[in-house]
């Protein structure tokens, strides 16, 4: 169960950057780094030089969509090496406090992922189609009584019936606190 007054809810992406931004979501809950700081973390994993912020984003974006294809996998994929090794400081910390599971076909295993995020502190991080192969990332999670959607193309959170509503369902990552 996630409290949604410890989640950053104001955070609204500017360009592609929905994959760091949905897992920066949850790495802000767990760490309490700034969302942003998860964009210039990767720049500074992949050398790549910003200035600011949202130069770090804008770049992110644009290397990220080039690096899944080179490497000819998900984009959660790519992410997920992050998370696992890169030594910068929000990866390093994020994989001590959280861990990710990948999904490949969400579809399949639908109803144990909406149990975990209904009875462990844990957030989803799911794609779907938003059209013909034009996916989009978003981060679902359990409050006490409802799911809940964090799209960070817009402020807040929504309630969504289930994770079927969103859409034509691909891949997901399953981020879970580490009882320590």
Same mark, same amino acid.
């Given at each position: 169960?996630? !409290?949604? *007054?410890?989640?950053?809810?104001?955070?609204?992406?500017?360009?592609? =950057?929905?994959?760091?931004? /949905?897992?920066?979501?949850?790495?802000?809950?767990?760490?309490?780094?700034?969302?942003?700081?998860?964009?210039?973390?990767?720049c500074r994993h992949f050398n790549q030089s910003f200035n600011t912020w949202q130069e770090a984003e804008r770049i992110y974006a644009n290397h990220f969509d080039l690096e899944w294809k080179?490497?000819?996998?998900?984009?959660?994929?790519?992410?997920?090496?992050?998370?696992?090794?890169?030594?910068?400081?929000?990866? !390093?910390? *994020?994989?001590?406090?959280?861990?990710?599971?990948?999904?490949?076909? =969400?579809?399949?295993?639908? /109803?144990?992922?909406?149990?975990?995020?209904?009875?462990e502190k844990s957030f989803l991080n799911i794609?779907?189609?938003?059209?013909?192969?034009?996916?989009h990332s978003v981060t679902a999670f359990y409050d006490k009584e409802n799911l809940l959607c964090r799209d960070t193309r817009f402020p807040g959170v929504v309630p969504i019936a289930s994770l079927m509503g969103l859409g034509k369902l691909r891949d997901s990552v399953l981020y879970s606190k580490i009882e320590q």
């Open positions: 169960m996630i !409290e949604v *007054s410890k989640l950053n809810t104001i955070f609204i992406q500017s360009c592609g =950057s929905c994959v760091l931004a /949905s897992y920066a979501v949850v790495g802000n809950y767990f760490t309490g780094f700034p969302i942003e700081q998860f964009f210039e973390d990767y080179i490497r000819k996998c998900e984009g959660y994929k790519v992410l997920l090496n992050l998370h696992n090794n890169s030594q910068e400081a929000v990866f !390093e910390r *994020s994989r001590k406090i959280f861990s990710a599971t990948f999904y490949t076909d =969400s579809l399949n295993v639908l /109803s144990k992922l909406e149990k975990k995020l209904e009875n794609t779907f189609e938003v059209y013909a192969n034009v996916c």
